[in-house]
């Protein structure tokens, strides 16, 4: 059974920093790209950043870029989003998701509250 499970999010303050890590686990995790998703209160979701299996890819949305930074670790079937900078348009419910290779997601975890407030 495939299962991905979020964990890291909190509230803190405007500028401050927070990083989500994603565990992995009933599938072969190098074998895909992987995708952090976020929805804000009253809003649809909204691709953040993805990377590809091996860890050396990385795409972004200008929104983020520049303060968030997504990575994984292959061994330990983790995938992590460094948050920087966090600002309060920021506050949102942040999924890491896998994908089947052409961009869609099959598997998402249940989410992780990110609240940027001071």
């Known amino acids: 059974e495939v299962q991905l499970v979020e964990s890291g999010g909190g509230l803190v303050q405007p500028g401050g920093s927070l990083r989500l890590t994603c565990g992995a686990s009933?599938?072969?995790?190098?074998?895909?790209?992987m995708y952090w998703v976020r929805q804000a209160p009253g809003k649809g979701l909204e691709w953040v950043s993805c990377v590809d299996n091996g860890g050396s890819v990385t795409y972004s949305a200008e929104s983020v870029k520049g303060r968030f930074t997504i990575s994984r670790d292959n061994t330990k079937n983790t995938l992590y989003l460094q948050m920087n900078s966090l600002k309060p348009e920021d506050t949102a419910v942040y999924y890491c998701a896998r994908s089947l290779g052409d961009a869609s997601l099959d598997y998402w975890g249940q989410g992780t509250q990110v609240t940027v407030s001071s």
């Open positions: 009933g599938f072969a995790f190098s074998n895909n790209w």
